[in-house]
């Protein structure tokens, strides 16, 4: 089955050509450097660039796999979540052209998309908890087959990647910021207590990032020298390590206290999601030894022993969103996980661009290892948006016999 998958939900217009689940050929073109002008994504541009290139990009994939578009067998199109006008280019397209070519139309959840990619590597096992983190979301799934997927948790306001890309822009940084700021970290050394890990000292699986991004500008605008170092490093005055690149003589940025601080941003966020996820995991297969209860984490903030709370610390405070209200709001991404026949997860799965952090990576291995679970992570390449997902995530759908006529829609974002 030879299945063309097209990726246009943001701003990566994006083609890939699986061959019963094999990738046979792949094109991408970012248009970062369009919207870095503007410090984020500029939707109207976006859908203007996917409308420009999807059709020179489908025949650059098909003439890489040495097919043409006769041979392909399904046409696998995210349809959301994303931005309405440029999931509409890839939507049209692919409307199109199955069936011009006869070939079976499948419209691909975007963010299940993401999640399945982490079965290009290594087989599924399900169920799994997975755990969708990027710009736009960040998600807790329980993962029970590539077409059911409930939704357990989910940020209240700002998505992981959205923080950092909004932290990046205050320093001055280009967009997306997040892996930059991976990198930076690197260099660094991590303060445990200068970031506060937002919003867990609660009974629930939702997130809230806003604080953190706020209590992270708070630390740039006190220290204007952390820009300043910013400014170097990006112009490639001095290197991540702080070693001039012009003239040695002259003062040197402080590219030190910013690796710092980057080291303690990326801890904080990959540390926050390692405690939902942890909590996520005690309730589906009961508690690591080792996992702090909320009382306990409480008592041990009172002491000073965890860093406060940026909800409370820096930003109003969020709603309190009762579980089972959040799981009725969430019943349009496939309801409530039915408690009979409920089984243990047998693996953890992590996708989305900020799943290619190495903190992250690292504090999900770490927690993978207690729970005696494979932990299951596209390759960074395949973290972030690309058309691979869509036409793996399509295949997938396709060999289960599902399929979608011409009235499919698209999910604007927001709506997941
Ligand atoms: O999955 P993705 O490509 O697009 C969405 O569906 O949103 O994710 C993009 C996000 C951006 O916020 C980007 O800054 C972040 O992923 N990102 C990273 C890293 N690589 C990409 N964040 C932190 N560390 C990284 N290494
Ligand atoms: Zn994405």
Known sequence: MLCLGIETSCDETALALVRDGVVIADVMSSQADV?????????????????????????????RAGVTAADIDVVAV??????????????????????????????????????????????????????????????????????????????????????????AKQLGLAYPGGRTIDELGRKGRVNPTMFPRPYVDNDNLDFSFSGLKTAAGLVVQANPALIEAARAVADGSVDMV??????????????????????????????????????ALARENGPLPGTPTVAARKKRKKSGAVAADASQAASPCPPTVPEHAALAAHAGQGGQVPDTHRVPVRALVAAGGVAANSYVREALGDLAGRAGLPLLLPTPALCTDNGIMVAHAGWRLASLGLGHDLALEAIPRGRS
């Open 35 to 63: 919207h870095a002008l503007f410090g984020g994504v500029v939707p109207e541009l976006a859908s203007r660039e996917h409308y420009r290139l999807i059709g020179a990009l489908c025949d650059e994939v098909l003439r």
């Open 78 to 167: 995210a349809r959301g979540p994303g931005l309405l006008g440029s999931l509409l280019v890839g939507m049209g397209f692919a409307k199109g052209l199955a069936p011009a070519t006869g070939a079976r139309l499948v419209g691909v959840n975007h963010l299940h998309a993401h999640l399945l990619a982490a079965g290009i590597v290594a087989e599924m096992a399900y169920p799994a908890l997975g755990l969708l983190v990027s710009g736009g979301h960040t998600h807790i799934y329980r993962m029970e087959s590539p077409r059911r997927m409930f939704l357990l948790g989910r940020t209240l306001d700002d998505a992981a990647g959205e923080a950092f890309d909004k932290v």
């Open 242 to 279: 702080g070693s001039a690149n012009g003239a040695p003589d002259q003062a040197q940025p402080d590219v030190s206290s910013l690796c710092d601080m980057c080291a303690s941003f990326n801890h904080a966020v990959a540390d926050t999601l390692r405690i939902k996820l942890e909590r």
